[in-house]
């Protein structure tokens, strides 16, 4: 099982940022899913952001990123993506993306043990 999230870097307030996640190795034909996006910002724990559920293609962000936040998914079942807008500074943090069985709620899924990639940083700095 591989994860990999690419796209951050540094970015001023009001700035944006597209971010990739390229995943590997999940059975993604044995069950319904969830892909989303999490992050952990410095002395925090890892807070579940965004998800996209694999049937419907319903999603769910959570009110810090509501409005400013779009996931997606490509055109490739192990890919996802995260536009982001109108950052703020409270946004920095490491993103990091996943994979999960879709009746886990996001809550739970950031606690997942496992693989999770080495994430990619995002900076919102003037």
């Known amino acids: 099982v591989q994860l990999q999230a690419s796209g951050g870097g540094l970015v001023q307030p009001g700035g944006s940022l597209r971010l990739s996640c390229v995943t590997s190795?999940?059975?993604?034909?044995?069950?319904?899913?969830?892909i989303g996006w999490f992050r952990q910002a410095p002395g925090k724990e890892r807070e579940g952001i965004a998800l996209i559920n694999s049937r419907g293609g319903s999603t769910y962000y959570v009110d810090a990123v509501k409005g400013r936040f779009t996931i997606s998914r490509g055109n490739a079942k192990n890919t996802a993506f995260l536009q982001m807008n109108n950052l703020k500074p409270e946004d920095t943090a490491v993103y990091y993306c996943?994979?999960?069985?879709?009746?886990?709620?996001?809550?739970?899924?950031?606690?997942?043990?496992?693989?999770w990639g080495q994430g990619t940083l995002v900076t919102v700095s003037s």
């Open positions: 190795g999940f059975r993604l034909d044995d069950y319904p899913y969830a």
């Open positions: 996943n994979v999960w069985p879709s009746e886990l709620p996001l809550t739970t899924a950031a606690t997942m043990r496992g693989v």
